[in-house]
Structure formats: structure tokens, C-alpha cells
């Protein structure tokens, strides 16, 4: 038998058996939308996210520039490319602006769940080089336990979480933003 064998035939026979998944701790009770809110905006303000009042929206697209490639799949912002004509994800590539809805946030983490639904193109939300995300108070949730219990995967297929813009300090300890994803993130709660 070769040692190949040998040291397969072992690691065959020291096998775990299988064990059972872990129970989820129960959700916490005490915390109102105001506290979900706060803790939400506190977290996501320390990693560079702004935040936008709804009524400001508009007249942020705007101002955003004219010149700029808009993306929005919430209708009633306009866009300048529609999402419907793009075939290839590459051609996204010069999106300065993307606009989407999020279907919720963690209050813990500031993280907000995006699924292909709402992306259209899985590539959307990382090509851009500006985000901004709507988010619902009401789907705020205070753990990243009850966002899971939310989620439908086989409903909506591809999903993601983003919670800030792209930051990475690998090079010399020193902080770049953007490097991976969107140079900006403003979250707008409605």
C-alpha cells in the first residue's frame, strides 16, 4: 500500500461523525425601531457611510452631475441607463451612481442585504463607484441571527450584504477606500 493510501485510508477512519447544528439564541425583545435606528446609523457612521433624509433624494440624483452614469432601480429616480438593455455585466463598468432598495439592515453590524432582485446584475453594487441604498426602517432588525431568519434564499437566488463602503488598509497600513468596491456608501432610511 502506498503512503498515499495509507494516510487516506486513516483520515477515512478517524472520520467525525455528523453533529447537529447549533440552536440560534432568541432574538432580543427589548429594542423599539428608535433604538434598532440608532444603534444602525452609529455603527454604519463609523465606517464612512453617510446618511441622506428621503427628501433630499432627488435633488441628490440631480445634483449628482448630468455628465455622470446613473443607475437607479427605483423608478421615480430616473437614471440615465436602464438596467433592461444592459446583456453583459462588463458593460457596467463606467457606473458612477447606483441607487437600490435594500431589504433590510442589522442594527448590529450596519449591514443591509441586497438580493438579485434588486440588483438586476449581481456585479451592480460593487462595480459603481457610488452607492446608495434605501433602506425601510421598518425591516431593521437588531442581530444578524434574525436577519437570517428573514432571508429566503431559494426566493430571490444570489444575495449579499454591504455594510460600508470598500476599505482596505493591506498596503503599509494605510487606509484606501474604494479599493474593492464603491469609493462612497450614503444609506437613506425611510
Same mark, same amino acid.
Given at each position: 500500500m502506498s503512503s498515499k493510501s495509507l494516510i487516506m485510508e486513516g483520515i477515512r477512519s478517524n472520520k467525525p461523525g455528523p453533529r447537529p447544528l447549533p440552536t440560534l439564541p *432568541? +432574538? *432580543?425583545l /427589548?429594542? +423599539?425601531? +428608535?433604538?434598532?435606528?440608532? $444603534?444602525f446609523r452609529e455603527?454604519? /457612521?463609523a465606517s464612512k457611510t453617510t446618511f441622506l433624509e428621503p427628501e433630499k433624494l432627488a435633488g441628490y440624483v440631480r445634483d449628482f452631475g448630468a455628465d455622470k452614469t446613473i443607475v437607479s432601480t427605483? *423608478?421615480?429616480l430616473g437614471g440615465t441607463l436602464d438596467l433592461v438593455t444592459i446583456d453583459d *455585466?462588463?458593460?457596467? $463598468? @463606467?457606473v458612477d451612481l447606483t441607487i437600490l432598495h435594500a431589504r433590510l439592515g442589522v442594527a448590529?453590524? @450596519?449591514a443591509m442585504w441586497l438580493s438579485e432582485t434588486e440588483?438586476?446584475?449581481r456585479v451592480l453594487p460593487f462595480i459603481?463607484?457610488?452607492?446608495?441604498?434605501i433602506v425601510d426602517r421598518a425591516t431593521l432588525v437588531p442581530t444578524m441571527h434574525a436577519a437570517y431568519r428573514r432571508i429566503d434564499i431559494c426566493e430571490t437566488g444570489f444575495g449579499v450584504f454591504v455594510a460600508g463602503p470598500s476599505k482596505t488598509a493591506d498596503i503599509e497600513q494605510s487606509l484606501v477606500i474604494g479599493a474593492h468596491g464603491p469609493r462612497s456608501l450614503i444609506v437613506c432610511l425611510r
Open positions: *432568541p +432574538d *432580543p /427589548s429594542l +423599539d425601531i +428608535d433604538e434598532l435606528e440608532r $444603534a455603527v454604519l /457612521s427605483l *423608478p421615480e *455585466p462588463l458593460q457596467l $463598468a @463606467g448590529e453590524n @450596519g440588483m438586476v446584475h459603481t463607484q457610488h452607492l446608495v441604498l
